[in-house]
């Protein structure tokens, strides 16, 4: 796997406090095995981002189920995962969504409790940037871990710059492994 | 009016008090006695004076800071690591320090209102005295809704701006004051400053604006505007063509009255770009609209420019480099932006020319606009037939450069939209240039890619090549700037759009970094007009509504009035020109509903905040003015979407609308503090998808007040927008529905199934007479 530490869009630098690369997919599984409670969100470049499965809301709705995750569409792509026979898919705006899980008193989508994982994926490159620093200085209790084709400098875990086919493995390996296969 | 510093000194007084000696009186302001209105709470307030009010908003819309550094660099001290708790060596937090940007942001975004008001103030107080009077707006008392409120004056004459531009600039020194190192250090002291600083830039925007259309001419808020045309093909390449770039219209006036002085329009084509452009064609429909500011590198690469003229802000600082490029001569006109030229302000005009035609210097500065008129015109008249032969790259040029690709992916790393620009120059070294011509409508023209070519190609000028047919197809009519909404229309619509049966007004303003193209401002103008709600615009916005035909060829000026009411598109013009936007707000308070306008922030902006469905939407915001005229919308409880990078401004204003205890108002009847829902959710909110944002829009647009027949409307749109683009019914409708009566009738069985789910108890949610300020309730349970 790939572990370039430059960031997926020009001067997108990091700060004193680096995201960790994932070194290979057993890593971003076992996290989510780990996580008590992991949330999985989806942003609207999903159907644009192509994977094994299909595209990145297949596997999200293949993750998901597989990491007993919860999943969230932000944007207005649930619009998809509805029309893909999915209707366990949540949906809230990300700058919702990041407001909210910097509040160690929201209780998720079920009431069940803060998040202690939230992985990120499909969403441009720079508003994920964005919720992603205002995370990291704001949630500190919070992982967070960003599955993109590109660091993101801000997350706790990140892929590194990935090409497209090696990405597509890493995402089909990750989702094999919760599968238990 | 008011006068400004009396000063009386007398050297002795004798009277039945007994003898006075060496006594001395200064009053620091003397209100106008002819004005009935008595002088409100609030006038000229200093930076503290509306801080409550502003924490009243900040309590319901908190900050959720998403820092853009985790540093701060501005002291010696540092720099200084604020991730997480720690603290910079001032003890500055990570949260102060973000706030602290906010406000630096809006100050130099009201600054440079404030600056491009002074500069506009003085010279046509130069040109045409103190005493022109400020006839700004038919059927129109209110002349300055902005400057009554905030400053408590009327302004009747320019010489009475004067005395709001001063109050502007003194508090702007107060607010950048506040952010220096050891100074304030709350984040939301911070934003409440922020606020200040929005709020004195639309008194800013006002001042230039009613200034320049009441000594200029420019429309005085008719609906029926002048047409003017729009884009590359609407410029004549047969004539010399002179390019405006700014926002500060005073040079190109001269341009203008000096072709027509000399009758050489038949001879000279004026095109502007941003916002200048809509201020020439509101002086002259005769000047074109060349387009929004992103196009800057397009237009001149183009080569069609033959002088550059440029006056202030938004300009690209190479466009020097860039003339160069084409071998054209460059006027700059603000000391605002020298560009490293020459002063030549004082030098004979024909000398100037001499020098600009024969290429002994590749630009001058001329800071005196009334100079600039001969010596561009001139100039263009004489570089322009030398450039007849001017050759731009041909494709053929380009597809053997693009041949020498290094493929490392760099442009794409760059734009900021990570469009496939790799890809394309790739097709084009193949002879395919039709993914070059797809990235032009989705291209923000910033010119990063090209920064970062190792190999330098101008892929600006590739994409021009790759769409060159469709750019000079380019072609739209477009309503000039209005200007103000009048006192009339307001009285027409007040009522309808306070009881919601008009579903909202929606301001489509500001820049043009859009994620995907124009194209989305034009899709969200037309889903609003089509709901009948009233859509205004102004600045690249504006231009980019223009640009999308539908397939009768029509765009939508030529679909819709330029009526302030239900289902009109209303260019607003420039800019400074956004201050009609929120003086509208204003208005329907003052004038619909006889709320005292003077000096009476705090209850102007509560009643709009609760009652006026206004929305602002800037899609393409890139800068700190876009910054500082949100802030403005912010104080007037009036929320803000902006586009994705929108979200780059780093802190969003949110509501969490599952919290009841933050949506509590006092009923003014009662005093009760009762629930009304989370109307309007959100102050300032970044949405990800064109999509998500209408959805969004037609939600904000709620308001406690709205009654049955209004929210069962405003609900209509926000669940059509929801089920259209999301597929699915929207999980808040318990939230909004405060009684039967308020549920769209076409939809009530489905709308009462979902409510029955989420247990949904009919009046939990109050339909008082609503207030944030305790000060305006009128009994006591």
Redesign the interface.
Known sequence: MAAKTIP???AEIA???KAFVIPKPEVAAAMIKRAKRALLVV??DAINSKTRDGDLVDSAIRLGRMGNMTVVA???L???F??RGDEDAR?M????L???L?DPGWGGFDGGGPYDLALFVG?????EW??L??L???A?ELRTVSLERAYQPNASWTLGNTAQEEWEEIIDRIASILEGK | MSKRDLRLKIDELSSSLGTFKGLEIEVGRIFEEDWEEPVGPTPFPSVGTLRSWDLKLLGKYRPFYMPFCDLCCLCTFGKCDLTGDKRGACGITMAGQQSRIVLIACCIGASTHAAHARHMLDHLIEEYGRDVPLDVALNTNVEAPNIRLVCGIRPKTLRDLEDALDYVETQLVQLVAATHTGQEGDNLDFESKAFHAGMLDHVAMEVADIAQIAALGMPKGVPDAPVTQLGFGSIDTSKTVIMCIGHNVLPSVDIIDYLMDHDLFGEVEVGGLCCTAHDNSRYDRRAKIIGPISWQLRFIRSGIPDVIVVDEQCLRTDVLLEAEGIGVPVVATSEKSCLGLVDRTGDDPDVIVGDLVEGRVPGVLIVDPRKVGEVVVKTALKVGPRRAGFKAMTREMVAEMAKKCRSCMECVRACPNNLPVMDAVHAAAQGDFEPLAELYHRCVGCGRCESACPVDFPIITFINKGAEEAIMDEKFPIRVGRGAIQDVEIREVGRAIVFGEIPGVVALVGCANYPAGGSDVARIAEEFLRRRFIVVTTGCSAMDIAMTRDEDGLNLYEKYSGNFDAGGLVNIGSCVSNAHITGAAIKIANIFAKRPLRANYEEIADYIHNRVGAVGVAWGAMSQKAASIAAGCWRLGIPVVVGPHGSKYRRMLLGRKEREEDWKVYDARTGDEVYVGPAPEHLFYAAETAEEAMVMIAKLSMRPNDTSKGRAVKLSHYIDLHQRHYGCMPDDLHLYVRREADVPFTMRDEIMEALGRAGWAEERIAMPDPTMLDRLVRGRG
């Not at chain 1, 705006?93 to 919702?96: C, F, G, I, K, Y």
């Not at chain 1, 969403?123 to 508003?127: A, D, G, R, T, V």
């Open positions: 997926g869009q020009t700060g004193p406090k942003g609207s932000t944007g207005h649930v619009g998809e509805r029309r949906t705006p990300l700058m919702n990041g407001d909210r910097r969403l441009p490159y720079y508003m964005l919720v620093s205002g990291k200085s704001f500190p």
